[in-house]
């Protein structure tokens, strides 16, 4: 059978949710949790991605993040494939870490984003791991950055989950409110029916049935155009690899043609695909052809190496 095909839309918002191959407890560790939030910092400043609420349990997490790139597929590609191969090195370990294709829920920015906020919040509540008195302590939440804002990283935007509780402000009264609010809706089933919780994770949409219409006649409009859309993706894609790539030769004032007369190890061909790696997607097997280092195994090998011991010339002038 088909896969789905993945909607995908500027300024598109997500509930996005994966388990551990077999419901393993993935995230049993401390370090497991911590290693996953490092990676999905690195695919936010990769691809832009804004997360308004996340969620560590010991084997699934839940995001609920906005794609202003409309490249949701490209960085999930990156995030999960970059955390298993860092998991399973660090348990040295092989094999399959997630069930198979992480699943994302279309989210109605205006009727949905709010309370999928405030749904994933409340995960440990409903497991039992925490009250809602010690959610702001509870280290794999979202909640203790937006209780917290000097904690933050420049990437999460937790505006929707105050606005949806009552256009709460961003200050200490506001975010006190909200963790109220929160007590509030977890004692209140109807409040929860009402905010349609049970369907949170099912489905592929989340919102109004005004915005499902909508998003419904767009899907039906893509079928069949699934390998055109892979395409024109890919493209796009490459082409902002080599607009970075551009920017980069500029500033070591190099030339294309460089790449090619120079030997594949040359120190600056290395430093500039680590710094293409870690601004970008940019596959490992691209790099290889783009920047002419070889195989897709030898540009990891060097680049893990520079990343170890860099070079502090050639990093000054990466910027």
Request: proline residues 5%.
């Amino acid at each position: 059978m088909a896969r789905p095909l993945r909607m995908e839309s500027e300024a598109g918002v997500y509930h996005v949710l994966n388990r551990g191959n077999y419901r393993s407890d993935i995230f049993r560790s401390d370090k497991a949790k911590a290693a996953f939030l490092q990676c999905l910092g690195e695919a936010c400043q990769k691809t832009g991605w804004e997360v308004h609420a996340w969620c560590l349990m010991s084997n699934h997490y839940h995001l609920a993040v906005s794609t202003p790139g409309a490249n949701l597929v490209e960085g999930m590609r990156w995030l999960q494939g970059t955390f298993s191969t860092r998991f399973n090195r660090m348990r040295n370990e092989r094999g399959h870490l997630f069930q198979g294709r992480y699943k994302s829920l279309v989210v109605d920015p205006d009727g949905g984003l709010g309370p999928l906020c405030h749904y994933i919040h409340l995960n440990p509540v409903r497991a039992h791991l925490r009250p809602v008195t010690e959610l702001p302590a509870y280290p794999w939440t979202s909640l203790r950055w937006l209780m917290e804002p000097k904690s933050r990283p420049t990437w999460y935007h937790p505006q929707p989950a105050l606005e949806h509780a009552g256009k709460l402000a961003d200050t200490a009264a506001g975010r006190s409110k909200y963790l109220a609010y929160l007590a509030w809706l977890a004692e209140d089933e109807p409040a929860r029916k009402a905010q349609r919780f049970e369907a949170m994770s099912q489905g592929w949409i989340i919102g109004t049935t005004g915005f499902a219409q909508t998003m419904l006649k767009e899907h039906q409009g893509l079928v069949g155009q699934g390998r055109r859309m892979a395409a024109e993706l890919r493209a796009t894609r490459e082409a902002l690899w080599q607009e970075e790539l551009a920017r980069q030769l500029r500033q070591l004032r190099r030339t294309p043609a460089d790449l090619a007369r120079e030997a594949k190890s040359a120190a600056w061909k290395v430093a500039l695909a680590a710094a293409l790696k870690s601004r970008t997607t940019a596959t490992n097997r691209w790099l290889g052809e783009t920047l002419n280092m070889g195989g897709l195994h030898e540009v990891s090998r060097q680049v893990s190496a520079w990343t170890r011991q860099p070079d502090p010339s050639l990093q000054r002038k990466l910027s």
